[in-house]
């Protein structure tokens, strides 16, 4: 029983982080394109960590019989030097028709979890017009999060075809997350739906 204990508990976790995203559609091809059988997923963000914990969750969720699921940081682990021309080029070496490409800057700028014991909330050579810190200290003393405007909660995606030839793009409003294991379940849950509904993807 308490094996089993050991990993439902990360489970629920994760799944107490969860939160739900919307995806609104900004373009869709009206050429025919039928769904291919490879898919390389690309998180667009310089911070190494959040796109390998983005791409191997999200890997799970697209992963079926009929979709073999292929990661950037696996395959062009220096992709992000080269640009998208990069991937393009591996991608028609491979023969890879799909690729799904999802924006995480924001996720560089919106802090996950409070400062530090001893962190100044406000440091003292903060000039005015600098970015306001995340945290601010509430009622009682306590670290309140500040509201996320919508705009760092919105992470443009596009799929494209080996060519660079958009298929699809879209915007993913993610709501609540609270860790970027958290957000690549809701986005790529929604992505996956909102891709399978435009045929594009099996």
């Not at 489970?11 to 009206?30: I, Q």
């Not at 014991?117 to 810190?133: F, H, I, R, T, Y």
């Not at 993913?172 to 993807?201: F, G, M, W």
Request: glycine share 6%; hydrophobic share 40%.
């Amino acid at each position: 029983m308490r094996p089993l204990f050991r990993y439902l508990l990360p489970a629920l976790f994760v799944a107490g982080c969860a939160s739900t995203t919307d995806v609104t559609t900004r373009f869709t091809d009206e050429g025919s394109h039928p769904p291919q059988d490879t898919l390389l997923l690309v998180a667009h963000t310089p911070e190494g960590n959040i796109r390998e914990t983005w791409e191997l969750t999200c890997r799970d969720i697209f992963s079926s019989d009929s979709l073999t699921v292929l990661l950037s940081h696996q395959e062009l682990p220096l992709w992000y030097e080269g640009g998208k021309e990069r991937i393009l080029d591996w991608a028609q070496e491979n023969d890879v028709e799909r690729i799904l490409v999802v924006e995480l800057t924001h996720l560089l700028i919106d802090a996950a979890a409070p400062p530090a014991a001893g962190n100044q909330l406000n440091p003292m050579e903060q000039s005015a017009g600098d970015v306001q810190p995340t945290w601010q200290v509430g009622i009682g003393g306590e670290l309140a999060k500040d509201e996320v405007p919508d705009a760092l909660r919105q992470h443009g995606a596009e799929l494209i075809n080996a060519n660079g030839k958009p298929l699809w793009t879209g915007i993913a409003t993610t709501h609540e997350a609270s860790n970027a294991v958290a957000i690549a379940k809701s986005q790529c849950s929604a992505l996956r739906r909102s891709l399978r509904e435009q045929a594009l993807i099996p």
